[in-house]
């Protein structure tokens, strides 16, 4: 044992092996901690002493020297190794792409010891290593515990699997065969269509129909085109109805592009100026520097105003526009006409034909074709829709239904039922959903992470899907059941398949960069063909119902995933269902309240959903949110919580059922009815108003102009720091303890957020952090480190005079504020809020047990072993970004978190001696909820606070790996080039969020620092955050009707001089904070 | 009122107040001492499925560690040799020869000899070896003379003081970057950990970590 001198004489076995402890009894005379007893008696000593003596209280019971159970370690078996690159502990990553609707997106999956744990955006592709929401959460639907696991025929499992079932498919060739499958850009699906040729039927089916960009284009140019915006090239944007940052398909790149414009660093930079006409706010209204909020039907007249503004001659049905929007639109046409070939005008898809024949005009009258927006040769639509097949069902004899839902989101006038009884083969994500058949085969659905395909992105680049993982419960791709039908002989793999598409030189080339160099579609240039569009008139009176794409679950297809239920959405904070939305004077002529239970009727069909006063609704519309109100065995859209009432419905109700195929995005003569029953919901942030101060600090492009150090002269900052921090500085108190090297800080950028939420997923996947239940977030127990506090702000609106929670605290502020005028016309401000790493923490002087405390690098540190759960730094925390675990949210069932019978057996106290690790959750079920973890962050417990941690993992690996690169040399430290990134920030479309090392000369984050619209949140409290947030611009525009010379946010702040330019002399006014 | 108490309880609180010390300060020396990795592991030596001697092969044969364990300086894993590692040699040494028959079998049936694992970290220590072993800090630090043991022994306590203690003073424990691997290197005699040790700290930039995140995420 040790290095002891083996001749000199020893007193204690302690001494003999040179223990440390011994080397200080001998020098000190006193034991180290003896000393601080006496004059500087610390809580954690303390703690310690208190914790020794607990520990004798159950020392008797235990043997001495137990130790600890014996494990064992297995290397690779020889063919185990997969490949020579692999190195055991060291996560690889592959390209892969997921393919959407009308693209992919292309993505780098991060593979640890085989299983994908995350996902992140391919910058070789795309230029951006962001990703949209779903993209991230799409990790979690791999493992999700009600995957289709088995083949079934005729609803029992076949003992042989997918052999079975490809033996069954390949009896099913020469019947009459329509093909049902969901939209896709595969090259290799359409060449395997291709060789199928005659033999069946082809019907392709999406819920939401994003074919009508190209209609559109094709109506106004003749030729089978796509639009392709560049945002980032457009100074001015008028988007008609448009959700481009939101619920349109590829958002992800156009937040990207729309930020570039955003991002003002000088004074002498331009920006980019969005206006949006629109029924329902949505991100790209929240984000507009001016916004019409108008009928969804009234939209086409008022392109027709634009048009007609611009030169041409449309009728515009008379009373579809007010004279007040006719103002708007005017003045937002003459700004058009000033940009001319630096403007964009962009329909969305909610829209028809004639609305987006009317933007080419327009963007053709603006010189806008071929600058800002060019056009893409696309192949035409081929397919037949859902409808078609309903139509044509009595033609066929069988069908095959690769992937979709008919019964679910066939809407109103398709008899889904009878196309399920038709159907003898199926691909399904959940064995027993709405669309299941009692006879016919049943096949798992195959992830794209654990199957082979191929895609194409919005602008064409062919990108590979890639599996990362075998099959989790041997499920099959739509390629291979269509490589069966197009040769029954011998059907090729998938793998083949994509492989024999590929026509490229290099396989391993197009595989390892994630895409086929130069296979883009290819631009055309476009002339008008087509001048002629009917607009139809807006609905004069009466209620219309506007379906919209769910910002959380789509179309449903990720109803099932927690992390996107969980997810509060982006404008109404309300998480786990959707909500019937209404205007503040719809509501108050129908008598709805905020959570009322209502009934939608659209014809003869209706639907009961709970009511949600929504600012910036336009009246007479109420918006109807797709994705939700799912039916059959799927246990996170139907989640139940304990002691739920009985007899109330889950998971919000279905819009499929009250949309027609005549009607899908906007229907006319809708009617809402209060049933007078209340309905639970749970949003993250119930209060609305900043109530005037200036936690977002915001001001026009023109303010800033003219003072560019505006944000220091809002709020209490510069007084209440002369009298000085609160708190204990760290490094003050203990120089030693900073480093030199790295000093980590982050800066968010509010002009450039849009608010899309996918740093909220990205944080979940990246660390670990588990959904709570409908019921639990209702308590405000949500666990999510990263939140976007959404803030509304209203013109002349003055928290102080209304009936705010300021003004009067007995009356509750939340129970009136959907009464108040404010509301109807808000401006938005979205702020991403996680731990801000202050300095002078308030965390970290008040916790008993040191268990957050700082590091050397500037972080404010959890330590989850030494936290008991007093929760105290959580009450002294004035941002609120702590997170505690109420309950072990990864062990127990989210809907069994209170504990049931099985909670109180017998065994459960045994099985916790014997196997501590073991779950409440069901055997199977716990292993997937394993497989997805990230293995370098801890899962925290019960009883346990957590927070941001600025991706210490990250950190902490990126100087791992420099440091082992640099060897003996002293090339350690981390700089941007290393290519560290947090996962929010890696995430983020919009790069609106910049971290990085401080002690670093002219490093990203410090040049974000330098900016003069650089501020701190809460800065009178002194607690130097290392979070800073860069305040939000607006370029207002002084010709319109709407214009205003401050954000509303700072004429609330500043109520007295609401239209004055003098400002920051009355800051001592304020107290109220 | 006769006595009910015998004289000899008056001094029965003082009995039970020492008694009660002196059992308290045993019961506390006992955990101190017994409850700790310095008792509980070291000294651990099971009993491996195969009697494979490091004293063998790294210290009579001089194999470098990083034969068997490749990954162990781009990993924060060493990884464990699967057969195939051993077959290298085997195949040919002693090819037949009875106490290999595992490795054999192991060889031709693709199925991994389950070792029994000695050192080990909890699950939220997040050590890892190549940022040690590429920035002259020697195996035998925490493993002690590996080199020289027939049967592999846990030797140092592994607790966070003994990581502590090394991330407080890291001159006291670094050695040239080309002596890491080098289990029997003992510093020259003019070597002072002040000077020379202070020196390499100093030239390659050594800055341990003393806050909780080196270790913990």
């Known amino acids: 044992m040790g290095n002891a001198a083996e001749t000199q004489y020893w007193r204690s076995i302690g001494e003999s092996v040179g223990e440390m402890e011994h080397a200080d009894w001998a020098d000190r005379e006193f034991p180290e901690g003896a000393q601080e007893l006496s004059d500087d008696f610390s809580r954690r000593d303390f703690l310690k002493l208190m914790g020794a003596s607990a520990g004798l209280a159950g020392a008797g019971m235990l043997g001495v020297g137990c130790r600890r159970p014996e494990e064992i370690i297995v290397p690779f078996g020889t063919e185990q190794k997969p490949g020579q690159d692999y190195v055991h502990g060291v996560p690889m990553q592959f390209a892969t792409a997921m393919p959407t609707r009308t693209g992919a997106t292309p993505l780098l999956a991060v593979s640890n010891e085989g299983r994908p744990t995350k996902v992140e955006g391919n910058a070789k592709v795309s230029g951006r290593s962001a990703t949209d929401i779903f993209a991230q959460a799409s990790v979690l639907n791999l493992y999700d515990p009600d995957r289709a696991r088995v083949f079934t025929l005729n609803d029992s499992p076949m003992s042989g699997g997918k052999v079975d079932a490809i033996k069954k498919l390949k009896e099913l060739i020469g019947k009459k065969t329509a093909i049902l499958m969901p939209a896709s850009t595969s090259p290799s699906r359409a060449r395997l269509i291709e060789a199928i040729g005659d033999q069946a039927t082809f019907y392709v089916h999406e819920a939401a129909d994003f074919g009508v960009h190209a209609r559109g284009a094709k109506a106004a140019f003749g030729q089978d085109v796509t639009p392709y915006w560049h945002l980032d090239k457009a100074e001015v944007i008028l988007s008609l109805d448009c959700d481009f940052l939101g619920t349109e398909e590829d958002s992800a790149r156009f937040s990207g592009d729309f930020a570039q414009g955003r991002k003002v660093a000088k004074q002498t930079d331009g920006m980019n100026r969005l206006y949006s006409v629109e029924a329902i706010l949505t991100q790209t209204g929240a984000n507009a520097d001016h916004r019409l909020r108008t009928r969804a039907s009234a939209i086409p007249a008022a392109a027709a105003f634009i048009a007609n503004a611009l030169g041409k001659s449309y009728t515009v049905p008379k009373g579809s526009l007010s004279e007040k929007q006719e103002k708007w639109l005017t003045a937002a046409a003459a700004d058009l006409e000033a940009h001319k070939g630096k403007s964009l005008v962009v329909a969305g898809y909610r829209q028809p034909e004639a609305v987006h024949h009317l933007a080419h005009l327009i963007n053709d009258a603006l010189g806008n074709n071929g600058e800002t927006v060019t056009f893409l040769k696309t192949p035409a639509n081929e397919f037949g829709s859902l409808a078609d097949l309903a139509s044509d069902l009595g033609k066929f004899d069988q069908v095959i239904n690769l992937g979709c839902n008919p019964v679910y989101d066939g809407g109103t006038d398709v008899d889904g039922k009878a196309i399920v009884e038709k159907t003898t083969f199926r691909l399904v994500d959940y064995t027993e959903d709405e669309s299941h058949g009692k006879t016919g085969v049943c096949a798992p659905r195959a992830h794209y992470l654990e199957s082979w395909g191929d895609a194409r992105t919005s602008d064409g680049t062919i990108v590979p899907v890639q599996p990362l993982i075998a099959p989790l419960f041997g499920a099959m791709s739509e390629l291979e059941v269509l490589a069966v039908l197009a040769d029954s002989e011998s059907p090729r793999t998938a793998h083949e398949v994509v492989q024999a598409t590929f026509d490229g030189e290099n396989w391993e080339r197009y595989l390892h960069d994630g895409f086929k160099q130069d296979s883009g579609y290819q631009a055309v240039s476009v002339s008008i063909a087509n001048t002629e569009v009917t607009v139809s008139p807006a609905q004069a009176d009466g209620l219309e119902a506007v379906f919209t794409l769910d910002y959380s679950v789509g179309d449903g297809s990720y109803a099932n995933n927690g992390w996107c239920q969980e997810l509060p959405d982006p404008i109404t904070k309300i998480t786990w269902d959707n909500v019937l939305m209404v205007s503040r004077q719809t509501a108050e002529q129908t008598g709805l309240e905020n959570g009322k239970l209502a009934t939608l009727t659209v014809g003869q069909h209706t639907v009961k959903g709970a009511v949600w006063v929504q600012p910036g609704q336009a009246e007479g519309t109420v918006g109807v949110t797709l994705g939700y109100g799912r039916s059959g065995k799927l246990r996170i859209a139907n989640f139940e919580y304990q002691g739920q009432a009985k007899d109330i419905q889950v998971g919000g109700y279905n819009a499929y059922a009250v949309r027609g195929s005549s009607a899908v995005n906007v229907a006319q003569n809708a009617s809402l009815d209060n049933t007078g029953e209340d309905y639970p919901l749970s949003s993250t942030q119930e209060h609305w108003s900043m109530e005037g101060r200036p936690i977002v600090r915001e001001a026009t492009l023109t303010e800033f102009k003219k003072d560019a150090d505006f944000v220091n002269h809002m709020g209490l900052g510069a007084h209440a720091r002369n009298e000085g921090p609160i708190y204990q500085h760290p490094y003050k108190e203990r120089p030693r303890l900073a480093s030199d090297m790295h000093q980590w800080a982050m800066s968010i950028d509010l002009s450039a957020c849009t608010g899309c939420n996918a740093c909220v997923i990205a944080c979940q996947s990246e660390n670990n952090i588990p959904i709570v239940g409908k019921d639990q977030v209702a308590k405000g127990r949500e666990m999510h480190w990263l939140r976007i506090d959404r803030y509304y702000t209203g013109r002349d609106h003055n928290p102080k005079a209304s009936a705010g929670l300021i003004k009067d605290e007995g009356q509750n502020g939340d129970d009136v504020q959907h009464t108040e005028t404010w509301i109807d016309d808000p401006q938005v401000v979205n702020q991403p809020m996680a731990c801000q790493h202050c300095e002078n923490a308030p965390c970290e002087s008040v916790c008993p047990v040191n268990a957050t405390v700082h590091d050397d690098e500037g972080l404010n540190v959890m330590v989850y072993n030494r936290c008991v759960g007093t929760r105290y730094c959580s009450n002294n925390c004035a941002w609120k970004v702590r997170r505690f675990n109420f309950f072990d949210y990864n062990k127990r069932p989210i809907n069994d978190l209170y504990g049931s019978s099985s909670m109180l057996k017998p065994s459960i106290l045994t099985d916790w001696l014997t196997s501590r690790e073991k779950s409440n959750r069901r055997e199977d079920e716990w292993d997937l909820v394993k497989l997805a973890k990230n293995p370098d962050v801890s899962v925290r417990m019960r009883g346990v606070m957590e927070k941001c941690t600025y991706c210490v993992q990250r950190i902490e690996s990126t100087k791992i790996l420099k440091k082992a690169a640099a060897g003996a040399g002293d090339d350690v430290q981390v700089v941007d080039k290393d290519g560290l990134q947090t996962a929010c920030q890696q995430v983020c479309p919009a790069q609106a969020i910049s971290f990085g090392n401080l002690q670093e000369e002219g490093s990203e984050i410090n040049r974000e620092k330098a900016n003069p619209r650089n501020y701190e949140t809460l800065d009178f409290l002194d607690n130097r955050t290392r979070t800073t947030y860069l305040a939000k611009l607006r370029n207002p525009n002084k010709a319109m009707p709407d214009a205003y010379q401050k954000p509303f946010s700072t004429t609330e702040y500043h109520p007295e001089d609401a239209h004055g330019d003098d400002r920051g002399h009355d800051d001592h006014k304020e107290g109220g904070h | ?217």
């Open chain 2, 1 to 217: 009122m006769s006595n009910i108490f015998p004289k000899w309880t008056n001094r029965l609180p003082l009995i039970l107040l020492v008694g009660g010390l002196v059992a308290g300060a045993c019961v506390v020396a006992g955990v101190t001492y017994y409850f700790t990795p310095k008792y509980t592991r070291v000294g651990y030596q099971p009993v491996q499925p195969v009697a494979f001697s490091h004293d063998v092969h790294a210290g009579q044969m001089g194999i470098d560690c990083r034969y068997c364990h490749n990954d162990v300086d781009k990993s924060w894993f060493s990884n464990i040799p699967s057969a195939e590692t051993c077959m290298k040699c085997h195949s040919t040494v002693l090819a037949d020869d009875p106490r290999l028959e595992s490795i054999r079998k192991s060889f031709t049936e693709n199925k991994p000899v389950p070792w029994v694992q000695i050192h080990k970290t909890p699950d939220y220590v997040y050590f890892n070896h190549s940022v040690h072993v590429n920035r002259g800090v020697s195996c035998v630090e925490c493993h002690g003379k590996v080199n020289e043991m027939k049967v592999v022994q846990h030797s140092k306590s592994m607790s966070m003081a003994f990581c502590l203690d090394c991330h407080r003073s890291p001159h006291e424990s670094v050695r040239p970057q080309d002596e890491v691997f080098n289990l029997n290197w003992e510093p020259p005699v003019e070597w002072d950990p002040e000077r020379e040790g202070q020196g390499l700290v100093d030239q390659m930039k050594i800055r341990t970590s003393e806050s909780c995140s080196a270790c913990h995420r």
